[in-house]
């Protein structure tokens, strides 16, 4: 899931099994108004990254862009 300027809430549900040669895996969140918020049942698990500057196999929030 890539989100851009944007909200993600998640209230329920799962992201699994996900992968990204850089940056989130399972949630990846950029811009300097974005925001992740997750509640109930919500899970995010077996995600990854790959390369070797990765980051957030699970959720990734970059708010510097």
């Known amino acids: 899931m890539f989100l851009e300027y944007g909200t993600f809430t998640m209230e329920g549900g799962?992201?699994?099994g996900n992968e990204a040669?850089?940056?989130g895996g399972g949630v990846y969140v950029?811009?300097?108004t974005g925001?992740?918020?997750m509640s109930?049942?919500?899970k995010i698990s077996e995600n990854k990254t790959t390369?070797?500057?990765g980051n957030g196999g699970g959720v990734y929030v970059d708010t510097s862009c």
Do not use: L, P, V, Y
């Open 21 to 23: 040669i850089k940056d």
């Open 14 to 16: 799962t992201i699994t």
């Open 30 to 32: 950029t811009g300097t």
């Open 35 to 37: 925001t992740f918020a």
């Open 40 to 42: 109930g049942n919500s």
């Open 51 to 53: 390369g070797n500057e």
